[in-house]
Nanobody, 125 residues
């Protein structure tokens, strides 16, 4: 069983910084791309940043230059460092991973997309 567990959300003042982490655990064979999405109240979930298995990162225009995504493949963990936060960054942040699990017998299993439970980030004075 695979799960993604996020940590690091909270309340921060405008202009401040906050870091999120997301650890994938369970019977994992390979992790391909990883990413972060967010959903503000009354809005659809939107993609914010992504990183490939070899570390190539991409960002939505709304966060480019302020957010940095990274990953530690040895720890099956991705990170999101958020700087110069704005009130409009307030949202529930979800991590995402495209990965292949292993079967109970240890063989390569299916490849699927997994999501974290979400962590609240509030930017307010």
């Amino acid at each position: 069983q695979v799960q993604l567990v996020e940590s690091g959300g909270g309340l921060v003042q405008p202009g401040g910084s906050l870091g999120l982490s997301c650890e994938a655990s369970g019977s994992i064979s390979s992790i391909y791309s990883m990413g972060w999405y967010r959903q503000a109240p009354g809005k659809q979930r939107e993609w914010g940043a992504g990183i490939s298995s070899n570390g190539i990162s991409r960002y939505a225009n709304s966060v480019k230059g302020r957010f940095t995504i990274s990953r530690d493949n040895a720890k099956n963990t991705e990170y999101l460092q958020m700087n110069s936060l704005k009130p409009e960054d307030t949202a529930v942040y979800y991590c995402n991973a495209d990965l292949r699990a292993t079967t109970p017998g240890g063989a390569r299993g299916s490849r699927s997309e997994y999501w974290g439970q979400g962590t609240q980030v509030t930017v307010s004075s």
